[in-house]
């Protein structure tokens, strides 16, 4: 069975720092696509990074976000530096989104950037 | 970037309608296109992916269909599980990008 368990989230302050984690399990990780999709509260779904063959990230992110992987941990992370206020969302990690029929996404981790 | 813009934004329905969601995108991309289901609090759910193809668990009540630009996610009888919020995706090409969403609501 396919597993995806985020974490890390948390309350940080404007211009902190937070990394999360993605833990997987229950499929080949290191053949894997693997993203960070993130929704702010009462808004909508937005893309913001993957991590392949190679590696992309949204405008909105680019320059402070940095996406990485351990394959041999079967983990992925997402290393959030300089936070704003408009990042405070939940942060999902997904599995595959270009091979939506192999998908799959975790619960998600919620992260508040507030003073 | 591929801008996804869905329509309706919301829209009320009843038990036993059937619905039409909308989903256009600024460029064609072909039939990379993906439709989530969202409840709050929840992760989203696949539906329908290659535009038209029914995800593995999904009910076939929900189906999807069209190419290049505009697309239609249908619920063909709509019940009560079905309250929720509709999303088009598109997986052409970097970035990925989302429609704005539909909620769907009890009329």
């Known amino acids: 069975e396919v597993q995806l368990l985020e974490s890390g989230g948390g309350l940080v302050q404007p211009g902190g720092s937070l990394r999360l984690s993605c833990e997987a399990s229950g499929f080949t990780f290191s053949n894997s696509a693997m993203t960070w999709v993130r929704q702010a509260p009462g808004k909508g779904l937005e893309w913001v990074s993957t991590s392949g063959g190679s590696t992309y990230y949204a405008d909105s992110v680019k320059g402070r976000f940095t996406i990485s992987r351990d394959n041999s941990k079967n983990t992925l992370y997402l290393q959030l530096n300089s936070l704003k206020a408009e990042d405070t969302a939940v942060y999902y990690c997904a599995k595959d989104l270009r091979r939506p029929w192999d998908a799959y996404w975790g619960q998600g981790t919620l992260v508040t950037v507030s003073s | 970037d591929i801008q996804m813009t869905q329509s309706p934004s919301s829209l009320s329905a009843s038990v036993g309608d059937r619905v039409t969601i909308t989903c256009r995108a600024s460029?064609?991309?072909?039939?990379?296109l993906v439709w989530f289901q969202q409840k709050p609090g929840k992760a989203p759910k696949s539906l329908i992916y290659?535009?038209?193809s029914l995800q593995s668990g999904a009910p076939s009540k929900f189906s999807g269909s069209g190419s290049g630009t505009d697309f239609t996610l249908t619920i063909s009888s709509l019940q009560p599980e079905d309250f929720a919020t509709y999303y088009c995706q598109q997986y052409y090409s970097y970035p990925l990008t989302f429609g704005q969403g539909t909620k769907v609501e009890i009329k």
């Open positions: 460029q064609g991309i072909s039939n990379s």
């Open positions: 290659a535009a038209s």
